[in-house]
């Protein structure tokens, strides 16, 4: 911005600024005259309204002239935020006749003699697909795919600060549940799993069951299975810290949809008391009528006692409240009608289904998915490590066993001695969460037969937890012109 040269002009701009509610955080004077100051000026607002009263509050000074206008968000998305990077210098004509024609002719021969050294000689060994049709992005509805390319961007990046793992976003410009199972396996020799993001329910339990019966490698939608295994491990340390059971205590849960449903059947299989799923029209019951087949197997399977009435009515005297649904459902009143010492996982995002305050006043322990909020449960606690282990282990399947093993691994790096009712889950820098996640999914995949000794490498390369007691020997064969293998 350009503001009149004098003594106070740089005061005035940052007066303005904090008189309107934000806060300086940088200013730069990047050029001047004998009558103008150019200042490149940075703060923090609330959200995109308050940035624009800023900038209007500014523009309305004497002397002032607001010239251009940046959003640091946006700024950091320019031109997206991942790339591909090769991981061979090719700086000879002798390296790039190994890593292209003629040499890798010889490769291309030994994969098709024998299909499953693919994952060891390619991309597939490390690379995933982030698969979406942008039917569910985020909390904001049915975007389509270029909307919710942003966050298979985000998503990949993630994957590969905290894990290791090269993932691709894969946008599918269809919502057409036969499209999208065909283009997927059409496109997965080159992954080494699928990763299912943002697709509405119920399409996307169909399009999971289906590609699950047709691939030979891992599909996870982690907005059912990497919610799951994250509110496990919450709710294992939320129990330990109010000395309850989980097969004696009755869950409520709020959102019958991907994530809900995921996550009331890994509880199932953990073994929990009891189980109340509500959604829109109330608790889903044996009897209730017009039922979709998802939630028909909830009604069959949970409620004991055939509960009819409302979220309200099924929170009295529950011990556990799980909410991933729609904000401001409930009151702290409503909290308060729950059994001592109760636990509170309000989900919904941005706005949780009720008051995170409002319900510390009644419950014991209180989770949300906010990152200003103590005990944020969040995703990324469990789909790095998750895909990690996969990878390594050469699964050909994610099972319930792995999102069991991984919720334990996440509960347990919080450690006996650091947990209280304010951390009942690790940091999402906590270097230690990805590791242990994938190890404890590595040993379930080692178990079903997934890895063999002689494949037992790690994502740099390196030789793993197995071992083999053979002397291997590397020859460098250079690629022979001329060879009929190598044409």
Known sequence: MAVTADASAIGRLTTAVGEAGAVVTALD?????????????????????????????????????????????????????????????????????????????????????????????????????????????????????AAALPVMEGKAALFKRFAGVDAWPVVLDTQ??????????????????????????PRCFEIEARLRELLDIPVFHDDQHGTAICVLAALTNALRVVGKRLAEVRVVVSGSGAAGTAIMKLLLRQGVGDLIATDRPGALHRGMPGLSESWQWLADNTN??????????????????????????????????????????????????????A???????????????????????????????????????YTDDMALAAARAIADTVGADKLNASVIVPS?????????????????????????????????????EATVDTLRVTIDQAPVVGDPAVQ
């Open 359 to 397: 319900a510390r006043e009644h419950a014991a322990i209180v989770a949300t998915g906010r990152s200003d909020q103590p005990n944020q449960i969040n995703n990324v606690l469990a789909f790095p490590g998750v895909f990690r282990g996969m990878l390594d282990a050469q699964a050909r399947a």
């Open 176 to 201: 057409d549940t036969d499209e999208i199972v065909n283009i997927v396996k059409a496109i997965a020799p080159a992954y080494g799993g699928i990763n299912l993001e943002d697709i509405a329910a």
């Open 29 to 145: 004077v990047v050029d001047s005259d004998h009558t103008r100051v150019i200042a490149d000026l940075t703060c923090d607002t609330a959200d995109a309204a308050h940035a624009d009263q800023v900038v209007g509050d500014l523009e309305a000074m004497d002397g002032v002239e607001v010239r251009k206008v940046s959003d640091r968000t946006f700024l950091l998305h320019l031109g997206g935020k991942i790339e591909v990077n090769p991981k061979i210098a090719l700086r000879t004509r002798d390296e790039l006749s190994r890593a292209y024609t003629p040499g890798v002719a010889r490769v291309c021969l030994a994969i098709a003699e024998n299909p499953d050294d693919a994952r060891r000689l390619t991309i597939k060994r490390n690379t995933i697909a982030v698969v979406t049709d942008g039917s569910a992005v985020l909390g904001l509805g049915n975007l389509g795919p």
């Open 304 to 357: 004991r006692d055939n509960y009819a009435g409302d979220l309200r009515g099924a929170l009295r005297g529950a011990d556990v409240f799980i909410g991933v649904s729609a904000p401001n459902l409930l009151t702290g009143d409503d909290i308060a009608t729950m059994a001592p010492d109760s636990i509170v996982f309000a989900l919904a995002n941005p706005d949780p289904e009720v008051d995170p305050r």
């Open 428 to 464: 999402v820098f906590d270097a230690r969460v990805a590791p242990a996640v994938a190890a404890a999914v590595r040993a379930v995949a080692k178990g079903e037969g997934g890895l063999r000794a002689e494949d037992a490498f790690t994502a740099d390369g390196h030789r793993g």
